[in-house]
């Protein structure tokens, strides 16, 4: 079948010939776009964050559900851009490195759970460790299936 | 205006996350997401500082918007670390794909604890 393989590294894959590409289109638009889209996901995390905020030895519902969410959506999308449709190159540079990878975060994750644990909360500390990385990589593979089905592309790929 | 910071941070941490990964990636073949596991665990070194340099007063509110939840928040990813081990596995590559999860978050998490004791020793 001639659709592309995904690639593993949706942010940048120098083993896929269309990302090694896409510097030589502009590396000014490329980084605006990725620069622009990280703006649009971080404000929106900070937004849920401050709405949705947790004492110091609750669980941090908010990152949680940034983090899960994020991980459904970067499944969807690469998903759409790499097997059911051809994007604009700066799609996936906006969407996908920019509003996603703006929007969720690791270093807030980590630092959620080192806070639990020095608060005390050590249970809750390790039930968000683990459940975080569970669901979101859950949320990924539903993404991706999900989304495979919806276009049509499974049934492609079967009969390829 | 601590929105104006976030975004200011966002502006700068999500292109250089890019870009880091794209120098790591250009190092060496191999399909192991070096690049997001190195971005991620050093935001959360850095997160670890700003957020252990608050607590002691040391670090402005003003700081943790910019660096922290700005900068840090867009440079470290959970949706490309996510992605990247489901990839991995469904290529078959399943010890990898075990090995990426648990090494990050191990790394972030030792990572942010040892930011915070730094901070600690530093400022207080």
Known sequence: MGAQRPPVDPDVDLGVPRQRAELRGGTTSLLAAIAGGGMVGALARYGLTVTFSHPPRGFPWATFAVNVSGCLLIGALMVLITEAWTAHRLVRPFLGVGVLGGFTTFSTYAVEVQQAVAAGAVRTGLLYLAGTLVAALVAVRLGVTLTRRATGVDRNRSAG | MTVILVA???????????????AVQARHGSAFPWGTLVVNVIGSLLLGVLIGGAAVGAVPGSLVALLGVGLCGALTTYSTFGYETVRLFEDGARLPALLNAIVSVVAALGAAFVGVTLAETMWA
Request: charged letters at 20%.
């Open chain 2, 8 to 22: 200011l941070g966002a502006a700068v941490g999500a292109p250089l996350r890019y870009l880091v990964d794209r």
